[in-house]
């Protein structure tokens, strides 16, 4: 997977600051993600979830709403409105610069926004709310001993989450003149609701209010003992793994690249995209990715080619180390294997025969952990060279090539 920073204009010609995470290969769908009030776009729930996203094949666009994170604009001059007007920026961007989002995803306040914006997003399909206020004045419990300040004077200075920021009188009186009850009642799209039951931020009673105002296909799920941001990372992995199975009941996506059905016997590695080096392999239903460092112009979603012929090698090694010591009854507790590839000067290698140029030189430190005599691990050692691995790359190799 990669992360590519955008940026694009918000409500009030601000600019927005945002990361668009990517599958290998095309996109099968986009993904439009919201955060929470006075959050950011690199809240880890939002990174986990976006990641997990991308690897099932949907490329996530998350922003920073104006005056937050990296965007520009005056915090205090948003409200609930201009959250939804920057959410349908970004739709617009989605859609002139890639495609219209299949899913749209809002955390906490965010969801709310979420929800009232998708009947402006026609093309969505599936809505998903992650400790979503049933109404978005639930968030002024958040500034509720500034609140006749803030009417006194127009405004006043709140910490929330241990900083400090702006809240005006007009956005006390914006998130008060919006419900969700027609937005939530219409959606017209599937929808998952996600909350926690331990929510002290957001109470769970919210998420049934927004479940009975919504028609099917709708679906719950709780999020068990996780706080209001999902904090822990297990909480963010659970919810981005629901979202990923529930997500493709209503968005066609491809766990697998379709031309990777290689046939019993077969490695297939093709590539995954024409204007990159990454490349997709399918081995009995396995699948891996090689690719190239930044500095060879690649992206390194995955192993260099060397480094899987290193790794072959390290788990030849390792596993037939393992087969002798089980076989042997070996007080062998644990394997590491370390293999590092470099091209050598032929007169460096003692046991070569070639005179000249360059020659490949793979070197292995195995680490075996145990009670093991001398004597057992030397013997291990030398069965280590035994490894079929070993033997193919330092015996005579022939490879055959036809173009079909």
Avoid at 62 to 86: C, K, M, P, V, Y
Avoid at 293 to 300: N, R
Avoid at 312 to 323: F, N, P, Y
Avoid at 354 to 382: A, H, P, S, V, Y
């Amino acid at each position: 997977m990669k992360t590519e920073r955008l940026e694009f204009t918000g409500f009030d010609g601000s600019t927005l600051a945002a990361r668009l995470d990517l599958p290998v290969g095309k996109p099968a769908a986009y993904a439009l993600f919201a955060h929470c009030f006075t959050c950011s776009k690199d809240i880890p729930a939002a990174r986990r979830i976006a990641q997990r996203l991308a690897s099932l094949g949907i490329a996530v666009l998350r922003f920073d709403f104006t005056g937050l994170g990296h965007s520009g604009g005056e915090f205090a001059n948003t409200g609930f409105s201009s959250n939804i007007q920057d959410l349908l920026q970004a739709v617009e961007f989605l859609r002139d610069q890639y495609e219209a989002p299949q899913l749209l995803i809002g955390h906490s306040l965010g969801g709310a926004a979420i929800l009232a914006a998708a009947g402006s997003v026609p093309e969505a399909k599936a809505v998903v709310t992650i400790g979503a206020p049933a109404e978005p004045e639930h968030v002024l419990h958040n500034i509720s001993d500034h609140i006749d300040e803030i009417f006194i004077e127009g405004e006043a200075e709140v910490l929330l989450a241990g900083r400090p920021f702006t809240i005006k009188e007009q956005f006390i009186e914006d998130i008060c003149g919006t419900t969700l009850t027609d937005a939530v009642s219409s959606l017209k799209k599937a929808l998952l609701v996600m909350h926690a039951p331990l929510d002290e931020t957001v109470e769970l009673e919210n998420a049934a209010k927004l479940f009975q105002m919504a028609k099917h296909p709708k679906s719950f799920i709780t999020l068990d003992s996780a706080d209001h941001l999902l904090s822990r990372a297990e909480d963010a992995e659970y919810a981005a793994e629901m979202i990923s199975a529930w997500v493709q009941r209503y968005i066609d996506v491809t766990l697998l690249p379709k031309l990777m059905d290689a046939p019993e016997g077969i490695t297939r590695v093709s590539e995954a995209d024409a204007n990159s080096f990454t490349q997709d392999i399918s081995a009995a239903g396995h699948h891996l990715i090689a690719d190239e460092p930044a500095s060879y112009g690649g992206s390194y979603l995955g192993p260099t080619p060397y480094q899987l012929v290193a790794a072959g090698l390290g788990a030849c090694t390792s596993m037939t180390v393992r087969m002798y010591a089980r076989q042997k009854q070996l007080p062998l507790e644990h394997v590491q294997v370390d293999v590092s590839h470099n091209k050598v000067h032929a007169q460096d290698c003692e046991s070569c025969d070639q005179n000249g140029g360059k020659i490949d030189r793979f070197e292995r430190r195995i680490t075996l952990t145990g009670d093991l005599t001398d004597e057992q691990r030397t013997r291990l050692l030398e069965i280590a060279d035994r490894c079929p691995v070993h033997r193919t790359l330092e015996g005579e190799i022939e490879i055959k090539t036809e173009l079909v």
